[in-house]
T-cell receptor, first 111, second 114 residues
């Protein structure tokens, strides 16, 4: 089956430090989505990337889609305690009917 | 508020029992997805429906079944429950069955099997 690897699994950072999570797929993707799940909450859609090499920004968050459309990254600049949570990438699979989530990166921000 | 409603919020039951989890999608969304999330684990795709039809299946156990009704709400039935079925079950909805539609998640049903 489709493998959606995310690294790292956990990341502890000091408040103000940067953070990056990477998502790697075994197949070429049509698009990739990113979600954030706060502790005790449900996943919330952040963004979708479609084009090869695409870069999108949301305030301190920068999302990139690889040139080969097989990997993606999420970078947070100057983390804040509100960034705490688990970040998931999500990929289409099974003929576009199924959305497979990555293993997730759990971010802890130390104030 | 995502607009996706899941009931009940919590469910505690014994091994061997059967439970039904309910999901009402966002207004206008035709597609419903079910995911299982065990403690500190990722989101495992179970099944997807679009406008009443099953469209995709993940690693869903034979003891589990689901359906989507004409009013678009969906139910996930879990039977012959085992301790390992304890998890958070999320329902998500989207406008279309294609994966370029963002998923909107409900708050989940936390199932505890004792």
């Amino acid at each position: 089956g489709q493998q959606v690897m995310q690294i790292p699994q956990y990341q502890h950072v000091q408040e103000g430090e940067d953070f990056t999570t990477y998502c790697n797929s075994s197949t070429t993707l049509s698009n990739i989505q990113w979600y954030k799940q706060r502790p005790g909450g449900h996943p919330v859609f952040l963004i979708q990337l479609v084009k090869s090499g695409e870069v999108k920004k949301q305030k301190r968050l920068t999302f990139q889609f690889g040139e080969a459309k097989k990997n993606s990254s999420l970078h947070i600049t100057a983390t804040q305690t509100t960034d705490v949570g688990t970040y998931f990438c999500a990929e289409p699979s099974g003929g576009y009917q199924k959305v497979t989530f990555g293993t997730g990166t759990k971010l802890q921000v130390i104030p | 508020d995502s607009g996706v409603t899941q009931t009940p919020k919590h469910l505690i039951t014994a091994t061997g029992q059967r439970v039904t989890l309910r999901c009402s999608p966002r207004s206008g969304d035709l597609s419903v997805y079910w995911y299982q999330q065990s403690l500190d684990q990722g989101l495992q795709f179970l099944i997807q429906y679009y406008n009443g039809e099953e469209r995709a299946k993940g690693n869903i156990l034979e003891r589990f079944s689901a359906q989507q009704f004409p009013d678009l709400h969906s139910e996930l039935n879990l039977s012959s429950l085992e301790l390992g079925d304890s998890a958070l079950y999320f329902c998500a909805s989207s406008v279309a069955p294609f994966s370029d539609s963002p998923l909107h998640f409900g708050n989940g049903t936390r199932l505890t099997v004792t």
